[in-house]
């Protein structure tokens, strides 16, 4: 019974961890910007599969994981300066509309140049799994979780202490006031980006060793990590990663006891649930709005 | 444009273009082409009323449409049901589905309702894609003809009829509804929600009224479609679709009847030109998106409008 | 008409108003004043159920309309302007103001899908109402316009003729006079002046102590959420309390 329950809870708090960070790179663009990024899957794909054929080249695995991180948040300030920065003012059905173009884009040009096939990378230490009270974890789980959590603080750390964190803080909390105080929002935005994508593919590539990588892995993740954050509040770092825990072991619950083929599901019922009874998330501020 | 003169104009000139097409197109694929259009058109139609006119957005719509064709295809096959029983089983069926949730969906707006509409089409397509059973699972099923009183619809020219007609009627309609107190409701709803409720309006009755209405369109036209296409797959649910169908409203025109008809056209035809460039039609599409909402925010038919008028003064 | 018994409204630590009572008589005019900030925007959206409030009462003609939604108080014949403009650009002008007219016209979708006689006869007449109320306002030269083509001081009497669609018993007027020049606030005084003598019971806010003091018979004075003073131009102008808080100089 126990086992049973804790390898659920093992891959659910694995799979959490990703989506944690790509509820992070939502909520980092959410909150300087207001536009909710569905390219973001795109982000966590790509980071996973650059560094996967660049590992499968022959390019040592550190390399190729700087390489495909430093690619993809190239990427993230590209499409920010060539079609969000354009349509900064539009509303916000547009800004949705071009963010999912940007991510059709994205996995076209993906499955054009690297193909349909899956990739996989090597497990940064091995795979032997280790036994935790029974049941056995990977160890490239535990790479997974360390990491993300590494991010977190260093992303508190980044917004509290560093004057570039704060100014990003400050644009999310009040464009204008920020731009009043001198705070160059257009460059805020673009590094938003940039930092959101190079989240979104350390997750792809801390993932790729378990769940193998293909163009269009970016899919489900990216709107799995909203669900995520938008279970988290939409707010702040804590949030993020506590929605996606959630999120992770709820669905690797459900798999295990209730329904495999309906796991997939799971982020969506309760993005629905959330939505209709706790619109704010789980740790989203009160909103007053004055007309 | 609000004078009867304009509607009564544009319709017959549809009119008159869908009564000459047959006679100028080469051969049955491209009849095919027109019918696939029409078909298409109708959904859109109905879906701009939603998200152009009131203002509001799904990206979940494919969900209704497959809902429509699922029915069809399952109570005609498993359960023998006569075809125009289980198309008003299935737009019934979707139209209380699309009246229970839109309430709370509807309470929401820009970015969480776009997640929620979202998250409803993708359950809606993973219940599809699982209950192999009486949808044949991600393999998909195939569809038996379309008969009424005996009489089977079979063949392009037949098809071609049916199609144009409901076109010609769902524009009618659209039109009607647009020039109207309630269509006059739905764009105030959209323009400034708080001067419609001031005005009497009922907003949330309103949005719940054109959420089902473009709901129970979309399951129609799905059912159709499924009896024309003979084979459906649980794709027809999936989100790729609801995106298709979003960018056929915004290209084409949003708040824009006509505008949606060419939208519908434009990106029905595309997949079949982009049909020997795999992926490049998901890049395509990407790029129509991007770019007309850079820039051609309102979409093809209004901003074309919109330059012809000022070329005028 | 409509009577405001110990109104409070608080969003969480900030009292936006407190404690207000005030009677509006069928027919006149009336104004509320005071700096920003104390509370006139709120009480208008309390009156018009935008907000609900805290605690007290609203009577509409003996009834207590407090928490209601604006579109149930339109159905008990208020309606109301507003401060930042919420014209529908959208919409053509003559549309907008058909809009005011919502309640009156029929709501059926069927209907409506389906051009029925009725609908149509009364959809020439609401439009006939609306061009004439156009006239009225002074914006009939906008007759044919789009509301996005209207200059800013017609988009404003664009939304009194809108508000006046709805046949109202009683207007509310937030800042109709905020952003015009002289001429033509003195236009809105007019506007205003046979609104009135149309039978409607005007409640205004204003921060143009002139048009306030031609127009209101009776003026209630806020600050910082409470009432300062209340009656006639005459009386609030001599009231000590309101001169050092907010009149300053002479209008």
């Known amino acids: 019974m126990l086992p049973q329950f804790l390898q659920f809870l093992y891959s659910g708090m694995t799979v959490g961890s990703s989506y944690a960070l790509a509820a992070l790179g939502f909520t980092i663009i959410y909150n300087t910007s207001g536009v909710i990024n569905f390219a973001q899957g795109e982000f966590i794909m790509l980071g996973g599969m650059l560094a996967a054929i660049m590992a499968g080249a022959g390019v040592p695995m550190p390399l190729a994981i700087v390489g495909a991180v430093v690619a993809t948040a190239v990427v993230g300030l590209v499409m920010e300066k060539s079609v969000i920065e354009p349509a900064r003012n539009a509303q916000v059905v547009s800004l949705i509309i071009i963010t999912i173009g940007a991510s059709l884009t994205i996995r076209g040009l993906v499955q054009i140049w690297l193909g349909k096939g899956t990739h996989s990378l090597a497990p940064f230490s091995g795979d032997t799994p280790i036994v935790l009270l029974g049941a056995s974890l990977l160890p490239q789980s535990l790479w997974v979780l360390g990491v993300t959590l590494a991010i977190v603080g260093a992303l508190a750390w980044f917004f509290g202490r560093t004057l570039l964190g704060k100014a990003m803080l400050a644009t999310s909390h009040n464009k204008l006031a920020a731009q009043l105080v001198g705070i160059d929002t257009r460059r805020v935005l673009l590094l938003s980006f940039g930092l959101s994508a190079l989240l979104g593919a350390v997750g792809g590539i801390l993932v790729a060793p378990i769940t193998y990588t293909s163009y269009d892995a970016g899919i489900m993740l990216g709107l799995k990590g909203f669900v995520a954050a938008v279970l988290g509040g939409l707010g702040g770092g804590v949030g993020a990663v506590a929605g996606g825990l959630i999120l992770g072991i709820a669905e690797a619950m459900t798999a295990g006891y209730i329904s495999s083929s309906y796991k997939d599901a799971v982020p969506f019922v309760l993005i629905l649930l959330i939505l209709f009874f706790m619109p704010r998330g789980l740790f989203g501020a009160k909103l007053s709005e004055r007309v | 444009m609000k004078c009867l003169q304009s509607r009564h104009r544009g319709l017959l000139i549809l009119a008159l273009v869908l009564a000459v097409l047959p006679l100028v197109l080469p051969n049955a694929f491209y009849v095919d082409v027109a019918i696939r259009i029409a078909l298409n058109a109708i959904v859109v139609i109905a879906l701009n009323l939603l998200i152009g006119y009131t203002g509001q957005i799904s990206l979940g719509h494919a969900g209704f449409y497959g809902l429509g064709a699922y029915a069809s295809a399952a109570l005609t096959t498993h359960f023998d049901w006569p075809p125009l029983a289980a198309l008003a089983a299935g737009a019934l069926a979707t139209g209380l589905l699309a009246w229970v949730l839109a309430r709370p969906v509807l309470k929401l707006k820009g970015h969480t309702l776009a997640m929620a509409t979202l998250g409803l089409g993708i359950i809606i397509s993973i219940v599809i894609n699982n209950e192999g059973r009486w949808t044949g699972g991600p393999d998909g099923m195939s569809v038996p003809a379309f008969a009424l009183a005996g009489i089977t619809i079979a063949g392009e020219t037949s098809w071609y009829i049916v199609a144009a007609v409901l076109l010609l009627l769902m524009t009618w309609l659209a039109l009607n509804l647009i020039d109207s107190p309630v269509g006059r409701a739905l764009q105030a709803i959209h323009g400034s929600e708080i001067a419609a409720r001031v005005a009497g309006v009922d907003t949330t009755r309103f949005k719940v009224r054109v959420f089902v209405l473009s709901a129970v369109v979309a399951s129609i036209a799905g059912s159709i479609s499924a009896h024309y296409i003979g084979f459906i797959t649980p794709g027809m649910a999936g989100f790729f679709h609801s995106i298709e169908l979003v960018t056929m409203v915004v290209v084409g025109g949003m708040a824009s009847v006509f505008g949606s008809i060419i939208g519908a056209a434009l990106l029905t035809i595309l997949p079949q030109l982009l049909q020997a460039f795999e992926g490049w039609e998901v890049v395509v599409f990407g790029v129509i998106l991007m770019g007309t909402m850079i820039f051609m925010p309102k979409g093809l038919v209004p901003s074309i409008a919109q330059r012809l008028r000022s070329r005028r003064k | ?251």
């Open chain 3, 1 to 251: 008409m409509l009577t405001i018994e110990h109104l409070s409204k608080s969003f969480g630590g900030v009292h936006a108003v407190q404690d207000v009572s005030f009677t509006a008589r069928e027919g006149a005019i009336h104004s509320v004043i005071g700096p920003n900030g104390a509370g006139k925007t709120t009480l208008f959206n309390l009156v018009s159920g935008i907000y609900a409030p805290t605690s007290g009462r609203i009577m509409l003609n003996g009834e207590d309309v407090a928490g209601l939604a604006p579109d149930a108080l339109a159905r008990r014949g208020l309606s109301r302007t507003f401060q930042n403009l919420q014209v529908c650009m959208n919409m053509t002008a003559i549309d907008n103001v058909m809009v005011g007219a919502h309640l009156r016209l029929n709501q059926n979708l069927f209907a409506s899908m389906l051009r029925l006689p009725a609908v149509r006869r009364m959809d020439v007449q609401c439009r006939a109402e609306a061009a004439r109320l156009m006239e009225f306002v002074g914006v009939g030269a906008y007759k044919d316009a789009d509301a996005g083509q209207m200059p800013y001081g017609a988009l404003k009497r664009l939304e009194i003729a809108r508000a006046l669609a709805a046949s109202p018993k009683i207007l509310l007027l937030d800042e109709p006079a905020a952003g015009l020049n002289h001429t033509e606030t003195g236009e809105i005084e007019e506007l205003i002046r046979k609104i009135a003598q149309s039978g409607v019971t005007v409640l205004l806010v204003e921060h143009d102590m002139k048009l306030v003091m031609n127009l209101s018979e009776h003026i209630l004075v806020l600050d910082y959420g409470k009432t300062l003073a209340v009656g006639t131009g005459a009386e609030v102008r001599a009231n000590p309390d309101v001169i050092a808080a907010y009149l300053g100089a002479p209008a």
